[in-house]
């Protein structure tokens, strides 16, 4: 098992304002940076983000030089160095905003087959309040919007069904399994092994320790 912690690199540079003119654009045009990724697309200038990843054994993280969920703290790229994946570029604008934005349902919980969520825990408490959001907003059928189906949108292997605001008609088929009734869904094969996790010692509530009082 490997702990990935994954990077979006913009290929545009970075740059910034200073307090004062960030202040004044916050008055008189608030959605500037809106405004000029449209524009950049607009004229062809599109946008891109390089995807990396830094790759840690799962057994480093036992003695690491600090908690390797710690969202303040970063990986040493000596240790780990970055790996390119591959790179992502935004090549159109929306042709409808509320249809192909506004409705947009995204979640780390949607995972592919072989990647798992780890015990982060701000990654732990927004894998429930992002779908919860959702289920709110766009009520729990959220998944079947066009702008939010998965490329296998057409699977009969899983079990959610009916409810507000549903887009499909099962039927009366069943949506459980195991059963005797024709047209049950059956479960997709797994794809990918699951990690196991080690733990000992007790649990309770311990005050937080900082994870690093050495020098920086």
């Given at each position: 098992t490997f702990l990935v912690k994954f990077h979006w690199l913009t290929n545009?540079?970075?740059?910034n304002f200073d307090a004062k003119t960030a202040e004044q654009l916050a008055?008189?045009?608030?959605?500037?940076?809106?405004?000029?990724?449209?524009?950049?697309i607009e004229a062809g200038n599109f946008p891109s983000w390089t995807m990396k990843v830094q790759v840690m054994p799962e057994e480093d993280a036992a003695d690491f030089y600090w908690n390797v969920f710690d969202v303040t703290k970063v990986w040493p790229?000596?240790?780990?160095?970055?790996?390119?994946?591959?790179?992502?570029?935004?090549?159109?604008?929306?042709?409808?905003?509320?249809?192909?934005?506004?409705?947009?349902?995204?979640?780390?919980?949607?995972l592919v087959p072989g990647i798992e969520p780890s015990e982060d825990k701000m990654l732990q408490g927004r894998l429930f309040a992002y779908p919860d959001a959702h289920r709110h907003r766009?009520?729990?059928?959220?998944?079947?919007?066009?702008?939010?189906?998965?490329?296998?949108?057409c699977r009969r292997d899983y079990y959610n069904r009916d409810g507000v605001m549903r887009y499909d008609?099962?039927?009366?088929?069943?949506?459980?399994?195991?059963?005797?009734?024709?047209?049950?869904?059956?479960?997709?094969?797994?794809?990918?092994?699951?990690?196991?996790?080690?733990?000992?010692?007790?649990s309770g509530r311990y005050g937080q320790t900082p994870?690093?009082?050495?020098?920086?």
């Open positions: 545009q540079g970075v740059k008055g008189s045009d608030p959605d500037y940076a809106t405004k000029d990724l449209f524009d950049a790229e000596k240790d780990y160095p970055l790996i390119e994946v591959g790179k992502m570029t935004l090549n159109r604008n929306p042709e409808n905003f509320f249809a192909e934005v506004e409705q947009v349902a995204f979640s780390p919980s949607h766009l009520t729990g059928n959220a998944d079947q919007l066009p702008i939010n189906q998965p490329k296998n949108a008609n099962r039927g009366g088929e069943p949506n459980y399994d195991p059963s005797t009734l024709p047209g049950t869904p059956k479960q997709a094969g797994q794809k990918a092994m699951q990690s196991q996790l080690e733990v000992c010692g007790k994870p690093n009082e050495q020098d920086d």
